[in-house]
Protein backbone atom coordinates (compact mmCIF):
# COMPACT_ATOMS: atom_id res chain seq x y z
CA UNK A 1 0.00 0.00 0.00
CA UNK A 2 1.27 3.10 -0.83
CA UNK A 3 2.53 6.16 1.31
CA UNK A 4 0.17 9.39 0.69
CA UNK A 5 1.34 11.15 3.84
CA UNK A 6 3.51 12.98 1.76
CA UNK A 7 0.49 14.16 -0.84
CA UNK A 8 -1.37 16.06 2.44
CA UNK A 9 -1.66 19.77 2.73
CA UNK A 10 -1.73 20.79 5.94
CA UNK A 11 -4.47 19.99 8.92
CA UNK A 12 -6.63 22.02 10.70
CA UNK A 13 -4.46 21.96 13.66
CA UNK A 14 -1.64 23.50 11.77
CA UNK A 15 -3.77 26.53 10.65
CA UNK A 16 -3.29 29.90 12.58
CA UNK A 17 -5.20 32.99 11.84
CA UNK A 18 -3.06 35.12 9.52
CA UNK A 19 -1.46 33.03 7.91
CA UNK A 20 -0.69 33.68 4.34
CA UNK A 21 0.13 31.70 1.31
CA UNK A 22 0.81 33.17 -2.58
CA UNK A 23 0.76 32.30 -6.07
CA UNK A 24 2.14 34.33 -8.92
CA UNK A 25 2.26 33.83 -12.64
CA UNK A 26 2.25 36.36 -16.18
CA UNK A 27 -0.45 35.69 -17.87
CA UNK A 28 -0.02 35.10 -21.50
CA UNK A 29 -1.79 34.93 -24.75
CA UNK A 30 -1.27 30.99 -24.62
CA UNK A 31 -3.10 30.97 -21.51
CA UNK A 32 -6.07 32.97 -22.12
CA UNK A 33 -6.32 30.76 -25.55
CA UNK A 34 -6.02 27.97 -23.18
CA UNK A 35 -8.65 28.49 -20.67
CA UNK A 36 -11.04 30.01 -23.56
CA UNK A 37 -10.33 26.21 -25.00
CA UNK A 38 -10.88 24.63 -21.39
CA UNK A 39 -13.85 26.74 -20.23
CA UNK A 40 -15.74 27.13 -23.72
CA UNK A 41 -15.51 31.01 -23.04
CA UNK A 42 -15.17 32.83 -26.11
CA UNK A 43 -16.15 36.05 -25.41
CA UNK A 44 -14.23 38.25 -27.84
CA UNK A 45 -13.25 40.83 -25.36
CA UNK A 46 -10.75 38.10 -24.66
CA UNK A 47 -10.12 36.88 -27.92
CA UNK A 48 -10.30 39.13 -30.89
CA UNK A 49 -8.25 42.63 -30.73
CA UNK A 50 -10.53 44.23 -32.87
CA UNK A 51 -14.03 43.73 -31.41
CA UNK A 52 -11.92 44.23 -27.73
CA UNK A 53 -10.70 48.16 -28.82
CA UNK A 54 -14.24 49.15 -28.88
CA UNK A 55 -15.06 48.74 -25.47
CA UNK A 56 -14.23 50.37 -22.64
CA UNK A 57 -11.14 48.69 -21.76
CA UNK A 58 -9.74 49.01 -25.46
CA UNK A 59 -7.73 46.39 -26.00
CA UNK A 60 -8.09 42.42 -25.30
CA UNK A 61 -8.70 41.29 -21.06
CA UNK A 62 -7.47 38.44 -19.73
CA UNK A 63 -10.92 36.00 -18.07
CA UNK A 64 -11.72 37.19 -14.87
CA UNK A 65 -11.81 33.41 -13.87
CA UNK A 66 -8.76 32.57 -15.21
CA UNK A 67 -6.95 35.34 -12.42
CA UNK A 68 -9.47 33.53 -9.82
CA UNK A 69 -8.35 30.36 -10.85
CA UNK A 70 -5.30 31.15 -9.40
CA UNK A 71 -6.64 31.53 -5.76
CA UNK A 72 -7.73 27.79 -6.20
CA UNK A 73 -4.00 27.29 -6.76
CA UNK A 74 -3.43 28.45 -3.47
CA UNK A 75 -5.95 26.82 -1.57
CA UNK A 76 -5.14 23.25 -3.66
CA UNK A 77 -1.32 23.66 -3.20
CA UNK A 78 -0.02 25.49 -0.58
CA UNK A 79 -2.90 27.33 2.02
CA UNK A 80 -4.29 24.91 3.39
CA UNK A 81 -2.66 22.55 0.29
CA UNK A 82 -4.25 19.07 -0.99
CA UNK A 83 -6.93 17.72 1.31
CA UNK A 84 -8.61 20.70 1.40
CA UNK A 85 -12.37 20.91 -0.25
CA UNK A 86 -14.07 24.73 -1.11
CA UNK A 87 -17.30 25.26 0.37
CA UNK A 88 -17.50 28.58 -1.31
CA UNK A 89 -15.31 31.41 -3.13
CA UNK A 90 -16.77 35.50 -3.45
CA UNK A 91 -14.79 36.92 -6.47
CA UNK A 92 -15.78 40.68 -6.83
CA UNK A 93 -14.20 41.83 -9.86
CA UNK A 94 -11.69 45.58 -9.40
CA UNK A 95 -9.70 46.15 -12.68
CA UNK A 96 -9.16 44.43 -15.66
CA UNK A 97 -6.24 42.08 -16.07
CA UNK A 98 -4.11 42.81 -19.56
CA UNK A 99 -1.84 40.27 -21.55
CA UNK A 100 1.65 40.32 -20.08
CA UNK A 101 0.41 41.48 -16.13
CA UNK A 102 1.84 39.33 -13.12
CA UNK A 103 -0.99 38.43 -11.10
CA UNK A 104 -0.39 37.22 -7.56
CA UNK A 105 -2.98 34.99 -5.51
CA UNK A 106 -2.95 35.92 -1.96
CA UNK A 107 -4.62 33.72 0.88
CA UNK A 108 -4.87 34.61 4.17
CA UNK A 109 -6.53 32.51 6.60
CA UNK A 110 -9.40 34.95 8.54
CA UNK A 111 -10.92 32.65 11.19
CA UNK A 112 -10.94 28.90 11.90
CA UNK A 113 -14.01 26.92 12.79
CA UNK A 114 -12.53 24.06 14.33
CA UNK A 115 -15.66 22.04 15.50
CA UNK A 116 -16.87 22.51 11.79
CA UNK A 117 -13.46 21.94 10.04
CA UNK A 118 -14.02 24.78 8.22
CA UNK A 119 -11.23 27.73 7.49
CA UNK A 120 -12.30 31.43 6.33
CA UNK A 121 -9.69 32.80 3.93
CA UNK A 122 -9.21 36.18 2.72
CA UNK A 123 -8.62 35.88 -0.75
CA UNK A 124 -7.40 38.82 -3.31
CA UNK A 125 -5.24 38.74 -6.82
CA UNK A 126 -2.96 41.61 -7.25
CA UNK A 127 -1.54 43.24 -10.28
CA UNK A 128 1.77 44.76 -8.43
CA UNK A 129 0.10 46.23 -5.31
CA UNK A 130 -3.79 47.16 -7.24
CA UNK A 131 -6.28 44.77 -6.13
CA UNK A 132 -7.80 42.74 -8.97
CA UNK A 133 -9.79 40.55 -7.44
CA UNK A 134 -11.08 40.40 -3.69
CA UNK A 135 -13.20 37.77 -2.13
CA UNK A 136 -13.28 35.16 0.57
CA UNK A 137 -13.36 31.45 0.17
CA UNK A 138 -14.40 28.74 2.94
CA UNK A 139 -12.81 25.32 2.77
CA UNK A 140 -13.43 22.26 4.43
CA UNK A 141 -9.95 20.85 5.78
CA UNK A 142 -8.92 17.67 7.46
CA UNK A 143 -8.10 16.79 11.17
CA UNK A 144 -4.76 15.28 11.88
CA UNK A 145 -5.47 11.57 12.46
CA UNK A 146 -5.02 10.32 15.96
CA UNK A 147 -1.91 9.05 17.01
CA UNK A 148 -2.30 5.28 17.57
Not at 29 to 57: C, Q, W
Not at 112 to 120: F, G, S
Not at 127 to 136: L, T
Request: aromatic share 6%; charged share 15%.
Amino acid sequence: MSDFSAMNGLFLEDLTVGQTAMFGKTVTEADIMAFAGVSGDTNPIHLHEGFAKGTRFGQRIAHGMLSGSFISTVIGTKLPGPGAIYVSQTMNFMAPVLIGDTITAVATVSAIDAQKRRVTIKTQCLNGDKVVIDGEAVVLVPRRAAAK
